[in-house]
């Protein structure tokens, strides 16, 4: 299992969220790209970039992505606002490994099918979950989709994985729910990247050993209540 530092992104500013509230943004940093150097340089071998304003329809930031690409280059994933065929190409032609689809992955199936027969194993649908069920719109909106039943609903798909977020925990630091988490993991039928709430080294290694194949941190690194050092020497590579 990987250890991917979170790079969100929100009017040209790298930020943490608390819950994914826009009103609660404890960490805001005014140069994204120096960010990515930084994990990078530390050893951490995967980054995941959102785009909160493509999530919440509320702009993009794509060219801070193209130069997260180029000036800090490795193992890239992106989401946020990625609801077309040529959303997905942009991200894609930016320099991005995997893309990260949500909202229009969940409400029409039939794209992401095409979408992720024409990216085979770069496509990651994340499963933003609240209470067992299914987010959408930047967590503002619940679609009424059991996360269990979406999995299964999932499962013929050629997808590099499943991003499943804890919103109840997300920014809040206060460990994971170790029990949902073994029950996304042992059901879900491609690989699953776990965040929200990871706080602790023995959850990372919980993690890794129930099977997950990253864990996305972000306050936790950003506000070192996980060492960014030991966990990229552990985890990262």
Same mark, same amino acid.
């Given at each position: #299992?990987?250890?991917?530092?979170?790079?969100?992104?929100?009017?040209?500013?790298?930020?943490?969220?608390?819950?994914?509230?826009?009103? =609660?943004?404890?960490?805001?940093?005014?140069?994204?790209?120096?960010?990515?150097?930084?994990?990078?340089?530390?050893?951490?071998? $995967?980054?995941?970039?959102?785009?909160?304003?493509?999530?919440?329809?509320?702009?993009?930031?794509?060219?801070?992505?193209?130069?997260?690409?180029?000036?800090?280059?490795?193992?890239?994933?992106?989401?946020?606002?990625?609801?077309?065929?040529?959303?997905?190409?942009?991200?894609?032609?930016?320099?991005?490994?995997?893309?990260?689809?949500?909202?229009?992955?969940?409400?029409?199936?039939?794209?992401? *099918?095409?979408? $992720?027969?024409?990216?085979?194993?770069?496509?990651?649908?994340?499963?933003?979950?609240?209470?067992?069920?299914?987010?959408?719109?930047?967590?503002?909106?619940?679609?009424?989709?059991?996360?269990?039943?979406?999995?299964?609903?999932?499962?013929?798909? %050629?997808?590099?994985?499943?991003?499943? &977020?804890?919103?109840?925990?997300?920014?809040?630091? =206060?460990?994971?729910?170790?029990?949902?988490?073994?029950?996304?993991? $042992?059901?879900? %039928?491609? %690989?699953?990247?776990? $965040?929200?709430?990871?706080? &602790? &080294?023995?959850?990372?290694?919980?993690?890794?050993?129930?099977?997950?194949?990253?864990?996305?941190?972000? #306050?936790?690194?950003? &506000?070192?209540?996980? *060492?960014?050092?030991?966990?990229? *020497?552990?985890?990262?590579?």
């Amino acid at each position: #299992m990987i250890a991917v530092p979170a790079v969100d992104l929100r009017g040209g500013r790298c930020v943490q969220l608390v819950g994914g509230d826009p009103g =609660r943004e404890p960490v805001s940093l005014p140069d994204p790209v120096a960010v990515a150097r930084k994990w990078r340089a530390l050893g951490f071998r $995967s980054l995941h970039v959102v785009d909160l304003d493509g999530a919440l329809e509320a702009g993009e930031n794509r060219p801070i992505i193209a130069r997260i690409a180029a000036e800090a280059p490795g193992d890239l994933q992106v989401g946020g606002g990625i609801r077309n065929n040529e959303a997905a190409e942009a991200v894609i032609a930016g320099g991005a490994d995997r893309i990260i689809v949500g909202t229009r992955a969940i409400s029409d199936p039939a794209w992401l *099918e095409a979408l $992720s027969a024409r990216y085979a194993g770069r496509v990651i649908v994340a499963a933003d979950v609240r209470d067992g069920i299914v987010l959408e719109r930047g967590w503002s909106r619940t679609t009424g989709v059991a996360v269990g039943r979406l999995l299964g609903r999932l499962a013929p798909l %050629p997808l590099a994985g499943i991003l499943w &977020t804890d919103v109840g925990r997300e920014g809040r630091a =206060r460990g994971i729910d170790r029990a949902a988490a073994t029950d996304v993991l $042992s059901a879900a %039928p491609h %690989p699953v990247w776990v $965040s929200g709430g990871v706080t &602790t &080294t023995d959850e990372l290694r919980f993690l890794s050993q129930a099977g997950a194949a990253g864990a996305v941190l972000g #306050m936790a690194l950003y &506000t070192r209540v996980l *060492e960014p050092e030991e966990v990229a *020497e552990e985890f990262g590579r």
